[in-house]
């Protein structure tokens, strides 16, 4: 009987951590946030048009389905994980030059 007990114990460990690996992008997912914030307010500002702004959500969410892939089997690798910081570098930037390029919504 006590011979189990040590065994379960490193199971529930085992499996603890498997959770924790297949939730494990907190940092993608905080930033993902703030992107979403970020075109947000270039659309109440007026900085963004509509056509900007389709095009900047489309790219958050090709960002999503990646997490997504990534996390499917339970764990997000190394090389997924930087795969999916080097297209929020690029959706980070595209967000930057579009709200700061000379277009502007159209006051209604």
Not at 16 to 40: H, K, L, M
Not at 47 to 65: F, H, M, N, P, S
Not at 87 to 102: E, F, P, V
Request: aromatic residues 0%.
């Amino acid at each position: 009987m006590t011979l189990r007990t040590p065994f379960a114990a490193i199971a529930l460990a085992l499996l603890a951590a498997t959770a924790a690996q297949a939730q494990g992008t907190p940092r993608v997912d905080e930033r993902q946030e703030r992107q979403e914030q970020r075109i947000d307010e270039g659309v109440a500002n007026g900085q963004l048009t509509k056509r900007e702004t389709r095009r900047l959500e489309a790219e958050q969410r090709v960002i999503d389905r990646n997490e997504q892939r990534a996390k499917a089997d339970g764990v997000v690798t190394k090389r997924e994980r930087a795969r999916l910081h080097s297209l929020q570098n690029g959706a980070s930037r595209d967000i930057r030059h579009q709200k700061h390029d000379a277009q502007a919504r159209k006051a209604r």
